[in-house]
């Protein structure tokens, strides 16, 4: 390649990881100072002397007095936080699995078999992925109330259940049609039962694609927010999402409100690190050659 | 006829075990899609009535007579259409230029390719959150660099009744373009390096095998992905809650906004049900529009 060809292209690049990263950084940013050099002109664009103090106070752990002024925060933040990050993960965890279990099934018979009326299961599958939840949340509300399910997690639970059972099947069928026929052909002429030859032999072929599949998972529960917004706010199993909006909504102060966004961020940074290693095997742009 | 004879006696036939192996899905797809679509297709035919609580008595189509003469949401018809074209346009552009840019050989490759999803990891309502941080007039990103940079002195009001909808749009983009940026990335893969070498032999120039190397085959990753990130706008919402809040005024405010204020702020729930249905409507007749044009396309240009 010429040498301009090389700058422009190392000049794309910074562009690239600038645009992609500046609003996440700043965020971190605002997160490691006071009010006090928040307000500043000019506006730092580097905290000058970085404070882990609203971390701390958010995790409840030991602050060092300081004598800042307005460097005060709620005891509410650190309890909506602490009790939202909780009752994220005691739903995403469960239902991804279950989710990824189920799906896994479910994408190997769309991406591995012939049955009737194929297509239209697949248009049914599409078709649960593109209803907007804020128009069909109100059913569940309703029915939620009713049943005494409105702000617990079980309830909740059901509907993400709904939700990515459909997607682990989208994102696994591809995967499945691409993988190898004739091992399993073979195991099957050696005897073995169908489930079997499943269990033994498409399943840890499956594997990358299955972790993929969890994590994607994991990652869409967790970061839910329309539902949990709808049906658990205000309650004990307030997840993590509407606890940050909430906060946000009130007016909580700029650095502790960083502060508790870039907490909520990390396990869905550190889980999307996970993700891209097996995403290209996904092959997610299969599915719709299946149907085509 | 005779029917041919099968050598081997097969256990469970395709059809039996895709069944077996698809009940809990079609369990809880009916659970998801049929129950509410049912509930919230009968409540839309109601009229509700606050006397002793709640009640429905059977009122026809009067919602979707309201719905068309609901100044709101017959607004929201164009702001939705103008927040779906922008932020598809910039998050297909954007996730093109970084595909390209990364299909290249160059160092550290791999980290920066894990590292450019993670806009995509984070949620649309914690997207909304941050980029209001970007816009905010005197601690916001956006005016802190451009006074460092000297191209502004005094601090600009980004979040106009004029450009609200741009803001988010941008900010959608942002969320949407790695998933753009990773379709684009493995239909690069597909396309011979041959192709290139030859195109260069010819005396092509880096544009030129651009628009007739790469583009034609991008042509189908680049269907897929306009209309995977299509009925994700469309049907969002979170963002514009976080973000503009629909405001100022009603200036952002897309459909899917108005059906919640209408449901959860106002508490109309039979006429919110209504506009639901227009909302699905319209969002089931962009996917099948578009679907039907895929497939054409896909018909027509093949793949590799």
């Not at chain 1, 030991?62 to 009752?87: C, D, F, Q, W, Y």
């Not at chain 2, 941008?170 to 969320?175: C, L, N, S, Y």
């Not at chain 2, 032999?201 to 189908?220: C, E, N």
Request: aromatic share 12%; with cysteine; glycine share 8%.
């Amino acid at each position: 390649m010429a040498k301009g060809n090389r700058a422009l292209l190392y000049f794309a690049v910074i562009i690239i990881v600038l645009w992609s990263f500046m609003p996440i950084y700043w965020i971190l940013n605002l997160s490691l100072q006071f009010e006090s050099t928040i307000y500043a002109t000019p506006t730092n664009l580097a905290p000058l002397k970085p404070t882990d103090y609203w971390y701390r106070r958010i995790l409840q752990l030991p602050v060092e007095e300081i004598e800042m002024a307005g460097a005060s925060v709620g005891a509410m933040t650190a309890e909506h936080i602490g009790r939202g990050l909780k009752n994220s993960i005691l739903v995403a965890l469960p239902v991804s699995v279950i989710a990824t279990a189920v799906g896994s099934l479910s994408g190997y018979a769309f991406g591995r078999l012939k049955f009737k009326f194929k297509n239209g299961w697949l248009v049914m599958l599409l078709a649960s992925q593109v209803l907007p939840p804020v128009a069909v949340v109100l059913p569940f509300f309703i029915f939620f109330l009713t049943l005494g399910l409105l702000g617990t997690l079980h309830g909740l639970m059901i509907i993400y259940l709904g939700m990515l059972i459909p997607l682990v099947t989208w994102v696994l069928l591809g995967f499945f049609a691409g993988l190898p026929l004739e091992i399993e052909r073979a195991a099957r002429i050696d005897g073995c039962g169908r489930l079997e030859a499943l269990r033994k032999i498409v399943l840890p072929m499956a594997a990358p694609g299955i972790v993929a599949g969890w994590v994607l998972a994991f990652i869409t529960a967790y970061n839910e927010f329309m539902y949990a917004w709808i049906l658990t706010t205000g309650s004990f199993a307030q997840t993590l999402p509407p606890a940050i909006t909430g906060l946000f909504f009130q007016d909580t102060g700029v650095p502790e409100m960083s502060a508790a966004v870039m907490l909520s961020l990390l396990p869905v940074l550190a889980l999307g690190l996970v993700l891209q290693k097996y995403i290209m095997q996904l092959r997610i742009v299969d599915p719709v050659t299946v149907v085509a | 006829m005779r029917k041919p004879q099968r050598s081997k006696p097969r256990v469970t036939s395709d059809q039996t075990f895709a069944i077996y192996l698809l009940l809990p899905l079609i369990f809880f797809t009916m659970a998801l899609v049929i129950y509410p679509l049912s509930y919230s297709l009968w409540l839309s035919f109601q009229e509700q009535i606050w006397i002793g609580g709640l009640r429905y008595v059977f009122g026809g189509l009067t919602q979707y007579a309201k719905a068309l003469k609901d100044p709101l949401f017959i607004n929201s018809i164009p702001i939705t259409f103008r927040f779906v074209g922008e932020s598809v346009t910039l998050a297909v552009l954007i996730g093109l230029g970084i595909a390209l840019a990364l299909n290249q050989p160059l160092q550290g490759r791999k980290v920066i390719r894990a590292l450019i999803l993670l806009p995509w990891a984070i949620s649309e309502f914690a997207t909304g959150i941050i980029w209001s941080f970007v816009y905010k007039r005197d601690v916001g990103l956006l005016n802190a660099m451009l006074k460092a940079l000297g191209i502004i002195e005094s601090d600009i009001v980004w979040i106009t009744p004029k450009f609200a909808i741009e803001t988010v749009s941008i900010a959608f983009a942002w969320h949407m373009a790695p998933l753009a940026a990773f379709f684009f990335l493995a239909g690069l893969q597909f396309i011979p390096t041959d192709l290139y070498r030859q195109a260069r032999i010819d005396g092509a120039g880096v544009v030129r095998r651009f628009l007739s190397v790469t583009l034609p085959h991008l042509k189908y990753s680049m269907l897929v992905i306009t209309i995977l990130i299509t009925v994700m706008t469309a049907r969002s919402l979170d963002t514009i809650l976080t973000l503009t809040g629909g405001g100022p005024g009603f200036a952002s405010s897309t459909f899917t906004n108005i059906v919640y204020v209408r449901t959860f702020k106002e508490l109309q729930f039979a006429y919110g049900a209504a506009l639901s249905w227009y909302v699905i409507l319209i969002v089931v007749i962009l996917v099948i529009v578009m679907f039907m044009l895929m497939t054409k396309g896909f018909a027509r240009g093949g793949r590799r």
